[in-house]
């Protein structure tokens, strides 16, 4: 056995020992004098792997302990060109209900492309920070300018830091993972509940072999739910549809077993708006990849309804290009997010 191995264990069991509640950061120096999380083989030094910061409890319910309820602030109305067009009554498919902070603008300054997200979440993680619990303008200074383009090995190498760092401090924290390509990459992380920690673990351009080859990344963490939303990629890139659906079957079929106490939910694929693609072609996978979460004990939640018009494409009003969501598509989805929370 390596003396990284054995320090990696040695290591383990004094974490164990102190507790899986301990919020104090902690790094590990290598022989390298660079800086790791103790687990075998990490590919990037100088980042600090710590455990992320506990979520606070709730308050008693104990009317001894319970605070008078402060009355809510009245609500300004919402400009009628921030709403979605199905709450500005000239719809043609009725979207759910939202909740009021979901209708807001999202707060700047935040992330606007690939480099500018990947360094910010570099410096959470050098900083021993969980990403999904920061304000979007964290370490603003370290990316405004970032203009070097990550490569996918880079992506995934970083998110498969992240899942160590998480599997490492969760504790008894509860957690919610994403996973997919950039749909799910650049949900708004504001919009996540904070009752709960949650990884992120989309990656743009991604595709369903893609994310099959890279569960692996966080099989140690213990999820409550996994969100699994993937698909329209291998569409783009002329995947057959039987590749695409036996991809998913095998996505589900690996979850349930790395996380069998864990909910596995798959996302229908979105339509686009994009003549290449077939809006009868998504429809028809999405009605086979209910089959396929039905066989292999996972939820399914079919989003189709709520982002197409009438013509069975992407609503005009929840995308950026007509293909990726705007922050009213992300309103929608959050809203799908919220049944499984």
Same mark, same amino acid.
């Given at each position: 056995?390596?003396?990284? &191995?054995?320090?990696?264990?040695?290591?383990? *069991?004094? *974490?164990?020992s102190e507790g899986a509640e301990s919020t104090q950061p902690l790094a590990v120096q290598s022989r390298a004098g660079g800086r790791n999380d103790g687990a075998i083989a990490p590919q990037t030094t100088g980042i600090t792997v710590s455990r992320p910061e506990a979520i606070a409890p709730e308050r008693s319910t104990h009317p001894r302990y319970r605070?008078?309820? @402060?009355?809510?602030?009245?609500?300004?109305?919402?400009? #009628?060109?921030?709403?979605?067009? @199905? %709450?500005?009554?000239? *719809?043609? $498919? &009725?979207?759910?209900?939202? @909740?009021?902070?979901? /209708?807001?603008?999202?707060?700047?300054? !935040?992330?606007g492309s690939g480099s500018q997200l990947y360094q910010q979440r570099q410096m959470a993680l050098q900083a021993g920070k969980t990403y999904t619990r920061l304000p979007t303008s964290s370490f603003y200074e370290s990316w405004v300018n970032a203009n070097a383009q990550p490569t996918h090995e880079q992506w995934i190498d970083l998110l498969a830091q992240e899942a160590r760092s998480m599997a490492y401090g969760q504790g008894h924290n509860r957690l919610s993972i994403l996973v997919g390509d950039s749909i799910s990459q650049w949900y708004p992380p504001e919009r996540l509940s904070g009752d709960r920690f949650w990884l992120n673990q989309g990656i743009s351009g991604d595709t369903t072999s893609g994310v099959l080859q890279r569960l692996s @990344? %966080?099989?140690n963490t213990r999820p409550d739910t996994i969100h699994v939303m &993937?698909?329209?990629n291998d569409l783009r890139r002329g995947e057959s549809d *039987?590749?695409? /659906?036996? #991809? /998913?079957? =095998?996505?589900? =079929?690996?979850?349930?077993?790395?996380?069998?106490?864990?909910? $596995? &939910?798959?996302?229908s694929i979105l339509p686009t708006r994009l003549p290449e693609?077939?809006?009868? !072609?998504?429809?028809?996978? #999405?009605t086979n990849l209910r089959a396929i979460a039905q066989q292999e004990n996972a939820q399914f939640m079919d989003l189709q309804t709520f982002f197409t018009d009438h013509q069975d494409n992407l609503r005009p009003d929840l995308t950026t290009d007509g293909l990726h969501l705007n922050p009213s598509g992300y309103a929608v989805w959050h809203w799908a997010l919220q049944q499984f929370v």
């Open positions: 056995m390596s003396d990284l &191995v054995m320090l990696a264990a040695s290591l383990l *069991a004094t *974490a164990l605070r008078p309820i @402060a009355q809510p602030t009245p609500r300004p109305p919402i400009a #009628n060109d921030l709403l979605p067009m @199905a %709450f500005r009554g000239d *719809a043609d $498919v &009725v979207l759910p209900e939202l @909740a009021y902070q979901d /209708l807001l603008p999202l707060p700047t300054p !935040r992330p @990344a %966080f099989e &993937v698909g329209i *039987a590749t695409v /659906l036996g #991809n /998913l079957q =095998q996505i589900a =079929q690996q979850l349930r077993q790395q996380h069998p106490q864990s909910r $596995v &939910v798959l996302y693609l077939s809006s009868d !072609r998504i429809r028809q996978l #999405n």
